[in-house]
């Protein structure tokens, strides 16, 4: 056995060291508490070439202000809590590395537009879920449950794969002028939502679905703006799904 | 909590009273915008670039187009279309950016006279223009004219 006495790994900052920069948040600051208005607040952090904006929260929530409340589940892009307004565009906080964003100017963090805020980057999401459950976001079909699973060709499955995709994140529906001026309409995730059943060839709803989303408050609202699918942090074709709906409806053909 | 809306299963299946207003709304918006664009452009090549082209336009010309029941029907249906179209488009942006009912209600009300008055006047001069009025320099006026 050669047991070979190995030298202690050095500490030195050269090797697969990370780049380090200054970068200012600028955030937008509300406690219902004790303010009337929205503030904002500037933080400088140095940080490095792996940190996402997740990671400069983080900082000043451990570090500096333990008061700067935000959602975060996750932090890995699957969950869908940090949906948050990125210098202007709705992106999910943890999958937004600082390296690429302009640094000479401060990184602007506000909430999602179009919810009630209800301290910091929280909002309430309560009218987005209602707007989902509204859909029937569950399987819908008729007669006895057969003895196994219900079968469906890769072909049937390709045909809603990509809304398959929707984490619930808000960036959306939250993107889109019509709900920013409209809490009555559905907005994108809920037709997204309602695209992965109807398009489903298992389910059997999409008829009553169909009808849901024709009201004066569903697909016929949207302008094809195509903020939605600008936003979508898991690249969803959002417009093309609401598209298909349209279609859908106007030719009764799933 | 509140209570989820979900309905028991087996449930008879309640369906909404079906209006499809929308749903025409905006097929109308995609089937009018494409005639209209035919329309229009047809209308400005005629008018502006056959012939003579712009120096030809004067009374004369648009009465001796209005004699003739084809550009009657185009001018009619251009009219329609473009007043409808536009009104429509009008119609969903007081929708979506006029919050208060009332303001949204009197703003509808004024957008709807505004296109009342302007299709009811715009057929009623397509349909009952004189091409021969009786006063006019004779110089002026189509060529089909009685001589004074």
Same mark, same amino acid.
């Given at each position: 056995?050669?047991?070979?006495?190995?030298?202690?790994?050095?500490?030195?900052?050269?090797?697969?060291?990370?780049?380090?920069?200054?970068?200012?948040?600028?955030?937008?600051?509300?406690?219902?508490?004790?303010?009337?208005?929205?503030?904002?607040?500037?933080?400088?952090?140095?940080?490095?070439?792996?940190?996402?904006?997740?990671?400069?929260?983080?900082?000043?929530?451990?570090?500096i202000d333990?008061?700067?409340?935000?959602?975060?589940?996750?932090?890995?892009?699957?969950c869908g809590s940090d949906a948050m307004r990125i210098n202007g565009r709705n992106r999910l906080a943890c999958k937004t590395l600082l390296k690429d964003l302009p640094l000479d100017k401060p990184v602007v963090v506000e909430p999602i537009k179009g919810l009630a805020v209800?301290?910091?980057?929280?909002?309430?999401?309560?009218?987005?879920?209602?707007?989902?459950?509204?859909?029937?976001?569950?399987?819908?079909?008729?007669?006895?449950?057969?003895?196994?699973?219900?079968r469906q060709s890769p072909e049937e499955r390709e045909r809603f794969d990509d809304t398959t995709k929707c984490i619930l994140c808000a960036a959306c529906t939250t993107s889109c002028p019509v709900y920013w001026s409209d809490g009555q309409y559905f907005g994108p995730q809920?037709?997204?939502?309602?695209?992965?059943?109807?398009?489903?060839?298992?389910?059997?709803?999409a008829e009553q679905r169909l009808e849901i989303l024709n009201d004066r408050e569903g697909v016929w609202r949207c302008r094809t703006t195509f903020n939605c699918t600008d936003a979508c942090p898991r690249g969803i074709e959002v417009t093309k799904a609401i598209q298909e709906v349209k279609r859908a409806l106007l030719f009764r053909r799933v | 909590?509140?209570?989820?809306?979900?309905?028991?299963?087996?449930?008879?299946?309640?369906?909404?009273?079906?209006?499809?207003?929308?749903?025409? %709304?905006?097929? !109308?918006?995609? @089937?009018?915008?494409? =005639?209209? /664009?035919? *329309?229009?452009?047809? $209308?400005l090549f005629v008018n502006l670039m056959v012939g003579e082209g712009i120096n030809a336009l004067d009374f004369a010309f648009v009465a001796g187009k209005w %004699?003739?029941? !084809?550009?009657? @029907?185009?001018?009619? =249906?251009? /009219?329609? *279309?473009?007043?409808? $179209?536009?009104?429509?488009?009008?119609?969903?942006?007081?929708?979506?950016?006029?919050?208060?009912?009332?303001?949204?209600?009197?703003?509808?009300?004024?957008?709807?006279?505004?296109?009342?008055i302007t299709i009811v006047l715009g057929t009623l001069v397509i349909f009952t223009f004189d091409p021969c009025p009786a006063e006019a320099a004779a110089h002026l006026?189509?060529?089909f004219c009685p001589a004074p």
């Open positions: 056995m050669t047991l070979t006495a190995e030298a202690p790994v050095q500490d030195s900052p050269a090797a697969g060291a990370i780049p380090s920069f200054q970068v200012t948040l600028k955030l937008r600051r509300f406690n219902p508490e004790s303010d009337t208005e929205p503030r904002w607040e500037e933080h400088t952090l140095t940080m490095h070439g792996t940190d996402r904006v997740l990671d400069a929260l983080h900082k000043i929530k451990w570090e333990g008061s700067l409340t935000f959602r975060r589940s996750c932090a890995h892009g699957i209800m301290k910091d980057l929280i909002v309430d999401m309560e009218p987005f879920y209602s707007a989902y459950k509204s859909i029937m976001p569950f399987l819908v079909t008729t007669g006895n449950d057969p003895s196994r699973e219900r809920a037709i997204v939502g309602a695209h992965r059943f109807i398009f489903d060839s298992r389910d059997e709803g | 909590m509140t209570a989820t809306s979900i309905a028991a299963p087996r449930s008879p299946r309640r369906m909404r009273s079906r209006t499809n207003t929308e749903l025409y %709304a905006w097929l !109308f918006m995609r @089937i009018s915008g494409v =005639l209209l /664009l035919v *329309l229009v452009f047809g $209308h %004699a003739s029941p !084809f550009w009657q @029907i185009w001018d009619l =249906l251009m /009219l329609w *279309l473009a007043m409808i $179209h536009g009104t429509n488009g009008l119609r969903t942006i007081i929708n979506d950016y006029a919050e208060r009912d009332m303001l949204r209600m009197w703003l509808k009300v004024g957008l709807y006279t505004a296109t009342a006026l189509p060529s």
